[in-house]
């Protein structure tokens, strides 16, 4: 290799970029990645984190209201968005830092820049050109807002970070895990909240009882929940904007936000003119290893339009570290991987939903489901009510789906993730004492069967 000038050039410092760099530098490897917005992608700068951080806030106007049952009494508290906002904003800035750093300790090249393939060996980075033995390209996504009049006047979820103040109310158009976090980031803040959504039931894809229960929640929070609309205008106002609907009916409010998808960012990139096929839609095709049609060119995390997470981004990362620089090639195995809908209520899942599993099991499945009052809203008299359920292979009684709606739910399936990937059954879980009192032991105690 020392006709290169590096062993790999990875395109992106987002955490799937930012871990194969920093592997493949530990294996040994003269490694360079470049990025030209802000280390740390998507996640960092204009997702996952500042949005948990969003949501901590959101939930202290419930706080508030719930603590007054349990004898504790003050002024009425006032939110102040600017410091919220401003203080986020500092926090990120210091992940950024740490994000170079750890790359720099790793003994990365680290460039700020442009930067487009020029050959299946060869990479221009701000009029300069690169030689080197494989390229990456992990430069995830961007949120998508259709082509319908006035779609100048909406924002999206990277916007929403940066308001300089909130609005009175918002429409929020979209039904998947963004447009739901939002709607109650939002609301929790205090602004009048609409949700759209052009199905019949938001987040397609999760299992259709937590769809449902949510839905509920939300509405009795007192989100406006809006399904099978769509919008087919947005004009400026003198009071904000008015959006109109595909049924006639229009909305005034102070905001539109948008989360309808992101698109990969793949477009200018020179993929086409190194010989990398790409898809009609923008995503990259690549192999079990993440390899694409060219030999030396690899592609991981938002561009492959697979499960758009940031801990399989970084999963995907590490094994191009070690496919090109470890113990040989890897892959990455896609099953039980757990997720979360930051909404108010939160909701988690891992494994199968009902209806994948009833497609998938011949044999038929077992359904244990449990709805409750968590034992802290007895006193507080907060309607939020939790739903837990497992979905059970009936004729191995191994648990293969695990779904809940309620508080600290990613944090509770994070732990009976672990137990899914062991291949536990039912019997394993009914044979488990749980902690009392809590929730999470709940998934210990269900032994009648919903279905």
Request: hydrophobic share 40%.
């Amino acid at each position: 290799m020392g006709s290169f000038d590096y062993d790999l050039v990875v395109i992106g410092g987002g955490s799937g970029g930012v871990r194969a760099a920093r592997f493949s530098a530990a294996a040994g490897a003269r490694v360079a990645i470049v990025e030209e917005r802000d280390w740390g992608g998507t996640c960092v700068n204009v997702g996952c984190i500042p949005k948990k951080l969003f949501g901590y806030a959101a939930h202290y106007s419930e706080e508030f209201r719930d603590a007054r049952r349990f004898g504790w009494s003050s002024m009425e508290p006032r939110f102040d968005w600017p410091t919220l906002r401003d203080n986020k904003t500092a926090e990120i800035t210091r992940l950024n830092g740490i994000y170079v750093n750890m790359l720099k300790d790793a003994g990365c090249s680290v460039l700020e820049g442009r930067a487009r393939l020029a050959g299946p060996h060869e990479v221009d980075i701000n009029g300069q050109r690169f030689r080197t033995a494989n390229i990456l390209v992990a430069t995830g996504g961007w949120p998508y807002v259709p082509d319908i009049p006035g779609r100048d006047h909406a924002i999206t979820s990277n916007e929403c970070f940066f308001l300089d103040e909130l609005p009175r109310s918002i429409v929020i158009v979209g039904g998947g895990y963004i447009a739901a976090e939002f709607a109650g980031i939002f609301h929790g803040l205090g602004v009048e909240v609409t949700q759209l959504y052009r199905g019949e039931l938001f987040l397609r894809g999760f299992d259709d009882d937590i769809r449902r229960h949510l839905a509920g929640e939300m509405r009795t929070k007192g989100i406006d929940l809006r399904f099978s609309s769509d919008v087919a205008a947005i004009t400026r106002t003198n009071g904000g904007f008015s959006v109109s609907l595909t049924d006639g009916v229009s909305l005034d409010t102070g905001l539109v936000m948008y989360a309808t998808g992101r698109r990969p960012l793949t477009s200018g990139l020179g993929l086409e003119e190194a010989g990398v096929a790409v898809n009609n839609n923008g995503t990259i095709p690549v192999d079990d290893h993440f390899r694409t049609n060219v030999p030396s060119v690899f592609a991981i995390g938002d561009v492959l339009g697979r499960l758009e997470l940031t801990p399989v981004a970084t999963t995907e990362g590490m094994a191009v570290a070690a496919t090109l620089f470890g113990d040989g090639p890897k892959s990455v195995d896609y099953t039980n991987i757990p997720s979360a809908v930051f909404s108010q209520p939160e909701l988690a899942t891992v494994g199968l939903t009902e209806s994948e599993a009833r497609r998938q099991y011949a044999d038929g499945v077992d359904i244990y489901m449990a709805r409750f009052r968590p034992l802290r809203h007895t006193i507080s008299l907060n309607e939020e009510k939790t739903l837990m359920k497992l979905v059970v292979a009936s004729a191995t009684d191994r648990v293969v789906g695990v779904h809940m709606v309620g508080e600290d739910a990613a944090e509770i399936l994070q732990g009976l993730a672990v137990a899914l990937k062991a291949g536990a059954t039912k019997a394993d879980f009914d044979a488990t004492v749980g902690i009392h009192p809590t929730s999470a032991e709940e998934f210990v105690t269900m032994r009648q069967k919903a279905a």
